[in-house]
């Protein structure tokens, strides 16, 4: 009888501990932010936390989720799209932690250098204000074209100087640049949509930022629950060593750590 109630009381003690698990649900983009915070599952269950991964396609649900509290946090983008978002919707989420740079490229299906694009060739863009910025702002920097103000983040077509190729413009969803390739002559490609489509950035690109890249990836949350234990516990795994070789392991320059 002794036996069978000790039994019971350390069942009814694990039945406890499971009802305390916390459960946080985070929204990201599936290569690479899902694939890293899948890697935290298992450990951040041992701290009590039960990790729930979303996984988009887009960049505007994330943070429209994470405003409306039908999820915790998100994990997909950078600064200076956070902050334009906000500006944008009204919203005040909160960049917590900094994780990783996803070296911003450009691609092309039809060539394999910059200087072979032809006059008048159509150049496709993220069409999000932040992302379009940063895609004119490294055709700059390859001397394709020439900005009015090379430190404005969000330099729009119409800040071009110069266009010795009389390259046009074309602004499409960021989701669907690695889709359009073919049908155009370079296309300026965010990181984990590149991933996704089995490009190869230090392979494949045709210009590429450097390490140095102001666009680090942030842990996103809101005001009231960014300081949560939870949350805390996430942000520390995510700064951690073993997320740091993953990171280095998994996509060999491709993504690169900010911490």
Known sequence: MKKLLAAVAIAALALTGA?????????ATAVPHAEILNQLKAPLAK???ELEVKVFTDYVQPNVQVAEKRLDANFFQHKPYLTEFNKGKGTG?????AVHVEPFGAYSAKHKKLDQLPEGGVVALPNDPTNAGRALLLLDQAGLIQLKDKSNILATTKDISANPKKLKF????????????????????????????KLNPQRDALALEGRESPYANWLVARADNQNSPALKKLAAALQSPEVKRFIETQYKGAVVPAF
């Open 19 to 27: 009802a305390r698990a916390e459960k946080l649900s985070v929204a």
């Open 47 to 49: 701290q009590g936390v």
């Open 93 to 97: 989420l909160v960049a917590v932690v």
């Open 170 to 197: 074309r602004e499409i969803e960021a989701a669907t640049l690695p889709r359009i390739l073919p049908q155009v002559d370079l296309a300026l490609i965010n990181t984990n949509y590149a991933l996704e489509a």
